[in-house]
């Protein structure tokens, strides 16, 4: 998911909408609004489908006044049962002694169903399936005497991993879990401030980068006094998500000080020197294979090409949460520009094999093309194990590489040859040159190595084993 949030600029929802415009790659099944101006109080306005086809038009917009807003936008992760509800929508919002709150929450609580039960036992009445709406009901329940310290209180029951932009009737307040495995950065505009899940955000509305939140940190913003920094957790070494760098951010981010294009396209220059193929032509899967190409191709010295072409009318694939859907996806999205492809061995370049449904029409359309030979270089190691904390990834069953050697993906695939990064690799392109440190590892790369940095507690109840 993707969050944002704006104090101290007047309209502030129009920023946040901008905001969340540029964080739609983050997740696009439906977003929300929550305002706050003193004359009305809290609006709030959530919707499915786009930003752009909701929070253009100016009837909507002008629900939502006032110099203080947060936004969300959503995709349904670990834990959620097929498409979202609408009740389901965040950012929450909730009515409490020393005021309200409204919260909005990229991530995944990893014992969210044990805090839920607890509270239904105690009393709390639930508006959604979310693992989030956890975190209001634990603040309404607080002591503490104001809102962010009541926050804190929240904050410190919550095990897994979460960034959280809120805010009250008069502050902007952002989160990381200790870990730090989500992002969170802070930019400033004017005399206002912004909260934004990436860089990217900040720069579709003109905001100076300021820097990131830290791992544990919390900052209360207001337009007068600025931020205001709070460490409610116990420190720990910080465990980002490595899967942001392959995939999920945007390429024009900046993460830790690095162009996310810069990491992708290194990723490529690692893979051609650990899988070299002798080919005619390196070809991305486009959107999120591209910059692993060019690497690629740069390293390897094998010509550059556009071999599939991208519908720029389509969503994301993988973020369809039916498999029917999933399925036609492929096809609706991607198309095969077989004049460059005929007669040629064509290295094809993705950033991962998840389900390996991606690949498989690929190879299909690439070979009903005339290509001679297919070599599959993915730009992340084999993903064997679900993420619990906040990226899409299916049970484990469903994961190719949870019951199949590389071989055997590289036969059930059918292409000549498939290979993915090493983790050393991949650690070498984010920038740790000696790779990675088995013993404290630097990123959380649990869906690649089964060692989950936050013990996912929900999960075990129902079964999983690590
Ligand atoms: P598959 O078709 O193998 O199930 O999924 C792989 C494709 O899904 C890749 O092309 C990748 O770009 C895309 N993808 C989209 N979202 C995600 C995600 O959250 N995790 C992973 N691993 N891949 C994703
Ligand atoms: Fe990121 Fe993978 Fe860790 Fe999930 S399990 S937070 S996708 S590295
Ligand atoms: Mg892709």
């Known amino acids: 998911c993707g969050i944002f949030g704006v104090v101290g600029l007047s309209d502030a929802a129009n920023f946040v909408a901008l905001g969340l415009h540029a ?11 929550v305002s706050y101006q003193p004359d009305q109080g809290f609006n709030s306005a959530r919707r499915f489908g786009y930003v752009r086809d909701n929070f253009t038009k100016q009837s909507l917009m002008e629900t939502l006044p006032g110099q203080l807003a947060i936004g969300h936008v959503r995709y349904s992760t670990a834990g ?28 995944n609580i990893t014992n969210a169903d044990a805090l839920r039960r607890e509270m239904i036992d105690r009393g709390s009445i639930f508006q959604s399936s979310s693992d989030s709406e956890c975190i209001i009901h634990l603040m309404a329940r607080s002591l503490q005497r104001d809102i962010p310290a009541r926050m804190e209180d929240a904050l410190r029951r919550v095990e897994g991993a979460f960034s959280v932009v809120a805010m009250t009737r008069t502050k902007l307040i952002g989160v990381r879990d200790p870990l730090g ?23 579709i509305i003109g905001a100076e980068y300021v820097r990131e939140i830290e791992p544990g940190e919390m900052v209360v913003i207001t337009a007068e006094k600025g ?27 900046i993460i830790g000080g690095r162009s996310v294009y810069e990491t992708r396209r290194q990723i490529g220059v690692e893979l051609a020197r650990e899988a070299a193929v002798d080919a005619d032509l390196v070809c991305p899967v486009p959107d999120s294979g591209t910059p692993a190409a060019i690497g690629f191709a740069h390293e390897s010295g094998i010509p550059y090409g556009m071999g599939i072409v991208r519908n720029q009318y ?58 001679k030979e297919v070599h599959f270089r993915i730009a992340s190691p084999p993903t064997a194990w679900p993420c619990f ?31 993915f990064i090493s983790l050393d690799g991949l650690y070498r392109a984010v920038g740790e040159a000696g790779g990675r440190d088995p013993d404290q590892p630097q990123y959380c790369d649990a869906c690649f190595s089964g060692e989950y940095p936050v013990e996912p507690a929900d999960m075990i109840e129902k079964g999983f084993q690590m």
Not at 399 to 412: G, K, N, V, Y
């Open 80 to 107: 959620s049962k097929g498409p979202t509800a609408i009740r389901d929508v965040q950012p929450f919002f909730g009515e409490f002694s020393m005021g309200g709150a409204a919260i909005a929450h990229n991530g």
């Open 181 to 203: 495995v989500r992002p969170l950065v802070l930019g400033r505009i004017g005399d206002g401030w912004c909260l934004s899940s990436e860089t990217c955000a900040l720069d």
């Open 23 to 33: 964080l739609q790659h983050r997740g696009q099944e439906a977003g929300g609004i």
């Open 314 to 371: 389509m969503g994301r694939t993988f973020i369809e949460p039916t498999e029917q859907i999933r399925n036609m996806g492929v096809r609706l999205k991607l198309n095969v520009n077989r004049a460059l492809i005929r007669g040629k061995k064509v290295i094809l370049v993705d950033d991962s094999v998840v389900r390996g449904t991606t690949s498989r029409k690929i190879k299909e359309m690439i070979l009903d093309a005339g290509a």
């Open 389 to 419: 904390y906040g990226v899409d990834t299916p049970q484990r069953e469903k994961l190719l590489a949870a019951t199949m050697s590389e071989d055997e993906m590289c036969a059930h695939l059918g292409v000549d040859s498939l290979r």
């Open 227 to 253: 931020v205001e920094s709070h460490h409610p957790f116990r420190p720990a070494r910080p465990r980002f998500c490595i899967f942001e760098h392959v995939y999920f951010s945007r390429p024009d981010s």
